[in-house]
């Protein structure tokens, strides 16, 4: 016999999964606004850094939630981000996902132009006004062409989720965002992801969902 002890009812494991997280950071954060996202990240990652290295623009989170209400588009600069959103909620709110990655326009601008095709991707990305949340958990490059349109007129989102991981790039794109006057969240130093950039949407997602349940009573 078996002296493996599981728990099989997925629902038992995030709320216990939950407790364990709120018992080790600070009281203060579980009162903050920004705690359903940053309790997701750190669920996601099993990584309680994140309690300190997730920043947020003052109005990142009224940003986010009024865009989904609307209808707005999300862009994705990996699939893996991508296929990480949870689709039953975006389609509560008939939000589309996008990721342009392996678009054919976006393989012929990166070669014509000689740039990576994330940055490529940003440029198609733009040219439709219905994608109004970026969330970039991949290649820093992409974020900084992102802000690069930005700063020429060429686009503007409701919110930016810049979260890119590594060690060339990352921590200097996300310092340049958070000089925007772009509602943001973005990671201080190195560490992000697309696991990251998808965790944030989802929180997200489950915010407005709330806040639309609410609204109903």
């Known amino acids: 016999m078996s002296d493996l002890i599981y728990?099989?009812?997925p629902e038992t494991i995030e709320k216990k999964s939950f407790e364990i997280i709120e018992?080790?950071?600070?009281?203060?954060l579980l009162e903050s606004k920004e705690w359903p996202i940053i309790r997701r990240v750190i669920h996601t990652t099993a990584d309680f850094?994140?309690?300190?290295?997730?920043?947020?623009?003052?109005?990142?989170?009224?940003a986010g939630t009024a865009a989904i209400k609307s209808g707005f588009n999300i862009v994705t600069d990996t699939r893996m981000a991508m296929a990480g959103i949870n689709k039953k909620n975006l389609r509560t709110f008939e939000c589309d996902i996008k990721c342009f990655i392996r678009d054919p326009r976006v393989m012929q601008i990166a070669k014509t132009q000689r740039i990576t095709r994330s940055m490529a991707s940003m440029i198609i990305a733009a040219e439709d006004e219905k994608n109004k949340i970026f969330a970039l958990g991949n290649a820093p490059t992409a974020l900084f062409k992102l802000i690069e349109?930005?700063?020429?007129?060429?686009?503007?989102?409701?919110l930016i989720i810049g979260v890119p991981v590594?060690?060339?790039g990352a921590e200097e794109s996300k310092k340049t965002l958070s000089r925007l006057s772009i509602p943001y969240i973005t990671t201080r130093?190195?560490?992000g992801g697309s696991t990251?950039?998808?965790?944030?949407?989802n929180a997200l997602l489950h915010m407005t969902l709330e806040e639309k349940e609410h609204e109903a009573h």
């Open 166 to 168: 590594g060690f060339v």
């Open 189 to 191: 130093g190195k560490k």
């Open 149 to 158: 349109l930005i700063n020429s007129g060429i686009t503007k989102p409701a």
């Open 196 to 201: 990251i950039a998808a965790a944030i949407v």
């Open 23 to 28: 018992s080790h950071v600070d009281k203060k």
């Open 7 to 9: 728990i099989e009812d």
């Open 49 to 62: 850094d994140f309690a300190d290295l997730l920043e947020f623009s003052n109005d990142a989170l009224e």
